[in-house]
């Protein structure tokens, strides 16, 4: 009996990677599931994210795993950025647990987050260009704070003025992509010419992409 239900195992997963392969969330977070726990198929953990984390951008069950994985460290290296990531994502995508899986596993971290968070704005509504930045980067992003394209761009644009570098360097991509800002070629490349000149790297890397 137990020959029969390893064979119809390996079957299924044949079939599970069939449909994986042609993008089917739900076969990628099963064929994870099989190879995690070794149905069907040799035992992969590689295997298993690498599905798993296909299947995660739709599948709140595959988000909520991955987001356990990372935060055990047991069979994928440790990685709290990952976890939270993947919780929250497990979370956006409606999965009941996501969020007391949050709280419960890094309450210290999320309490930690919030607390930078809040010295950036005191330093920013100081005046600290630096913190502006910062914080600018944050809201572009919604990493501990809520995702504002907007405000983060007139972080930057505070910053810029201020003389930040990097800042520069990220009013002229916003005006260059139109995110945060109405677009505008000219008022990008005058930005990003600004913070090569004054020696920022990766401003220099995009003004010599606009010359070729």
Wanted: proline share 1%.
């Amino acid at each position: 009996m137990q020959h029969e239900r390893a064979k119809l195992e390996t079957e299924a997963a044949d079939w599970y990677r069939a449909a994986a392969i042609q993008g089917h969330a739900e076969a990628q977070y099963r064929l994870g599931m099989y190879y995690l726990e070794g149905r069907g198929v040799r035992r992969s953990t590689r295997e298993a994210v690498r599905f798993l984390e296909r299947a995660g951008e739709t599948v709140a069950a595959a988000a909520l795993l991955l987001g356990r994985l990372y935060a055990d460290g047991s069979l994928v290296e440790k990685n709290v950025v990952m976890a939270i990531g993947w919780l929250r994502k497990a979370q956006d995508l409606g999965h009941p647990g996501a969020e007391k899986e949050l709280k419960s596993r890094f309450q210290q971290e999320v309490a930690g987050r919030r607390l930078k968070v809040g010295l950036l704005q005191q330093q920013a509504a100081s005046g600290d260009v630096d913190a502006k930045c910062k914080l600018a980067a944050l809201h572009f992003e919604g990493q501990g704070v809520q995702k504002d394209e907007p405000k983060a761009f007139q972080l930057y644009k505070e910053a810029a003025v201020g003389g930040q570098l990097e800042a520069m360097c990220c009013v002229g991509l916003c005006y260059l992509s139109g995110r945060g800002v109405k677009s505008s070629v000219e008022e990008g490349k005058r930005w990003v010419m600004r913070a090569a000149y004054l020696g920022h790297g990766i401003a220099q890397l995009e003004l010599a992409e606009m010359y070729e």
